[in-house]
């Protein structure tokens, strides 16, 4: 379960300060499929840095499963955002140079996971996302946008993550792959039990979460 209590970030602006996030409360149980939606600079990908530890919170608190994220010393927050939150950008932010497996075993490399396993388990969620055939294939030059989002959908789950946080994941794809996109991730909440938080601009792909939050003037409503 994510629990989020009261949280709020202020960034200094002029003489004063501005508030993007100005108390938002909510909480998912696990294995939720959720939306952040809200116009643009309403805050969400301020939310989302200090619920994935990024940045931290000006005040309030972030519980996962019991653990309040926001009083932890700087170690214990590196290891909680390397092992409990897989993240998913719109840019895909994957390693050219690496192969989709390559890709999907490196963050299982930092958390320590032996080789056969790393292969093992990345070849399966790479099996999931429908990559079977271009496991070997480097980013850069032979996967599409839509491919390239799969892998890193698949590098996000890497490590069974209790979150996976994902911003605007469909922002560069066209209509038919972005719900594709959607699609997979929904399956994907339910077969590992991750709870997902996506933000996005389109309301077609929020109608199929399950959870809508709504971000404006800092506070989130529940559409
Ligand atoms: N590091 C920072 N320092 C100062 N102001 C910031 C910082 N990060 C974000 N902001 C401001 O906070 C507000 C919210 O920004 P944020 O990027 O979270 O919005 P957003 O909803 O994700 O927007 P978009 O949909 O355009 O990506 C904006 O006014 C932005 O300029």
Do not use: C
Request: aromatic share 4%.
């Amino acid at each position: 379960m994510l629990e989020v209590r009261n949280v709020v970030k202020e960034f200094p602006s002029g003489d004063g300060v501005i508030r993007p996030v100005n108390g938002a409360t909510f909480s998912l149980p696990q294995g939720t499929f959720a939306a952040i939606l809200g116009r643009s600079g309403s805050g969400k990908s301020t939310l989302l840095s200090i619920l994935g530890a990024l940045d931290t919170a000006t005040s309030g608190d972030v519980v996962m499963d019991g653990t309040n994220i926001s009083q932890l010393p700087p170690g214990r927050l590196t290891e909680y955002r390397r092992r409990d939150i897989g993240f998913v950008f719109q840019q895909y932010n994957l390693i050219p140079n690496l192969s989709a497996l390559e890709n999907v075993m490196l963050p299982m490399e930092f958390a320590g996971v032996g080789k056969a396993e790393r292969m093992a388990r990345a070849a399966a969620l790479l099996n999931e996302v429908e990559l079977t055939e271009e496991l070997h294939q480097r980013p850069a030059n032979r996967l599409s946008g839509g491919q390239q989002q799969r892998v890193s959908i698949a590098r996000a789950l890497a490590n069974r993550p209790r979150l996976v946080l994902a911003d605007e994941p469909t922002g560069n794809l066209d209509e038919e792959t972005g719900e594709l996109i959607i699609e997979l991730l929904r399956n994907l909440a339910q077969q590992e039990n991750t709870t997902i938080l996506v933000v996005t601009h389109d309301q077609a792909l929020a109608a199929k979460t399950d959870r809508r939050l709504r971000l404006a003037r800092g506070t989130l409503t529940e559409e």
